[in-house]
């Protein structure tokens, strides 16, 4: 999974920043390099993108995890997710089970 720089100008297009979103929580971690980033995981109507963001806002960090045409199809992958949003590394998990590289 590559974490992108640049937040902010990604999410501020046409599409994604008029978009409603469906949230999927704000406990997500991801262990990188002995530090534990946080994040939350939202997914976009307009696009079907489900991402995460870094709460640290001088990070900037997002990574896209799919694309789902449907609200039923997002939360029918993102099912048990908030039993998942709590383990150690959580986003890798999410990740994996999405079938995102890296």
């Not at 079907?48 to 963001?53: C, K, N, Q, S, T």
């Amino acid at each position: 999974m590559r974490l992108e720089r640049g937040y902010e100008v990604w999410i501020r297009s046409p599409e994604r920043w008029e978009s409603q979103e469906l949230d999927f929580g704000v406990h997500w971690t991801l262990q990188k390099r002995g530090i534990t980033l946080k994040f939350r995981v939202s997914w976009i109507e307009k696009t079907g993108e489900l991402y995460a963001v870094s709460l640290c806002p001088k990070r900037n960090f997002y990574v896209v995890l799919g694309k789902f045409k449907t609200k039923q199809e997002v939360e029918k992958a993102m099912d048990g997710w908030a039993e998942l949003m709590w383990q150690k590394d959580s986003l890798r998990k999410l990740a994996e089970r999405l079938g995102v590289a890296g």
